[in-house]
C-alpha cells in the first residue's frame, strides 16, 4: 500500500482551510489545519510534512516568514502558497522565499490538487492568471539598488508584525518569549533602521512589505 504524502493547511479563515482538507484528503493526508504562522512552524516540526499549503496573510506569523521557518527546519518540503493577492510582485517574493507554487483562492479548485501534484514531482506551479514573464523579470532583476537600510533580522519581522497588529510589547514578549524590555529594544532597532516614529509609520510599512494583511 502506497503511503501517502503528509500536508498541512495553514488559513486563518476557517472554512477555507476545511475546503482544502476536503479536497485534498482523498489522495493525501492532511494531517493538520491552523489557523496562525506559529501553529504552523510548530506542527511542521511535529508533523514533517511534505507539503504546506499556506496564506501568505496570517496572524502571528505571516505566511512567508512562517514558511522559511518550516523551510530552514524542513529543506524538502514544498510550500504551496494560496493567497487572494494577484500582486506579480508578491508572487515573486513567494519564490524568492522558497515556495514551489503560488495560486489564487479565486482559481478553479482543481488548480490547487494540479499545483500539489506539480511540486511533488520537484516542478514548479503559478496561477495563469498571473502573467509568467512579470513574475520572471522580477525574480531575476538585480535587487542590489534595493536600500539596505531597510532589512530587517527574522526576529525583528516577528516583533514588528505582532506591534503592527496591535499587540502590547509585554503581549509580544508573551507570544515570543522575551521581556518587555528585550522587546522594546527591539522596536527601537527596528524605528531606528526603517526611520519611522510612529506606530501607524509601522503599520504603514508591515502592510507595504507584506508582512501584515492589509
Not at 482544502?20 to 506559529?38: H, M, Q, S, W
Not at 519564490?95 to 511533488?120: D, H, I, P
Not at 522575551?178 to 531606528?192: P, Q, S
Request: with cysteine; charged share 25%.
Amino acid at each position: 500500500m502506497q503511503i501517502q504524502p503528509k500536508i498541512i493547511v495553514a488559513d486563518d479563515h476557517t472554512l477555507v482551510a476545511e475546503a482544502c482538507k476536503k479536497l485534498l484528503e482523498p489522495e493525501y493526508n492532511v494531517v493538520a489545519t491552523v489557523g496562525d504562522g506559529r501553529a504552523l512552524v510548530r506542527l511542521a516540526s511535529v508533523f514533517k510534512p511534505q507539503v504546506v499549503i499556506v496564506d501568505v496573510g496570517m496572524p502571528l506569523l505571516n505566511g512567508l516568514d512562517a514558511g522559511q521557518q518550516v523551510k530552514k527546519l524542513l529543506p524538502s518540503v514544498k510550500l504551496v502558497y494560496l493567497t487572494m493577492n494577484q500582486d506579480a510582485d508578491l508572487a515573486a517574493e513567494a519564490f524568492r522565499c522558497g515556495a514551489s507554487a503560488y495560486l489564487l483562492k479565486t482559481g478553479a479548485a482543481s488548480e490547487l490538487t494540479t499545483a500539489v501534484q506539480e511540486v511533488l514531482k520537484g516542478k514548479s506551479y503559478l496561477s495563469p492568471s498571473i502573467a509568467k514573464d512579470t513574475v520572471d523579470f522580477l525574480l531575476n532583476r538585480n535587487d542590489a539598488a534595493d536600500d539596505e537600510s531597510e532589512q530587517l533580522t527574522d526576529r525583528q519581522r516577528e516583533v514588528l508584525q505582532l506591534l503592527a497588529e496591535g499587540k502590547s510589547m509585554k503581549e509580544v514578549g508573551s507570544v515570543l518569549n522575551l521581556t518587555t524590555r528585550t522587546v522594546a529594544f527591539h522596536k527601537y532597532r527596528i524605528m531606528e533602521t526603517l526611520h519611522t516614529r510612529s506606530n501607524a509609520d509601522l503599520v504603514r510599512y508591515a502592510i507595504k512589505k507584506h508582512v501584515l494583511r492589509a
